[in-house]
């Protein structure tokens, strides 16, 4: 069964930097987009960046110029760094295939931007 596990959140001050990783069990984000993903309480949850196979990335306008995807697939490992954090960034980060399986969801990572 295909389970994913992120981590790296925290509480950062606006302005700072936070670095999340999201482990796969299995090589299937080898042969699909993989995208990161997040939920603010109260808004229904959203992609925030996408890479595919071969590392061509999109990533959804409020994060573009801030937020970096990358993959490790030896790693079989999805990384989202974030720079310049604003509060609004505040929510759950969950990774995923994209298009998202709901079976796939994990935990999340909490990032809380705060000063």
């Known amino acids: 069964q295909v389970q994913f596990v992120e981590s790296g959140g925290g509480l950062v001050q606006p302005g700072g930097s936070l670095r999340l990783s999201c482990a796969a069990s299995?090589?299937?984000?080898?042969?699909?987009?993989m995208g990161w993903y997040r939920q603010a309480p109260g808004k229904q949850r959203e992609l925030v960046a996408r890479?595919?196979?071969?590392?061509?990335?999109n990533y959804a306008d409020s994060v573009k110029d801030r937020f970096t995807i990358s993959r490790d697939n030896a790693k079989m490992t999805v990384y989202l760094q974030m720079s310049s954090l604003k509060p609004e960034d505040s929510a759950v980060y969950y990774c995923n295939i994209h298009p998202p399986v709901r079976g796939y969801w994990g935990q999340g990572t909490q990032v809380t931007v705060s000063s």
């Open positions: 890479i595919d196979m071969s590392g061509t990335t």
């Open positions: 299995e090589s299937i984000f080898s042969i699909y987009y």
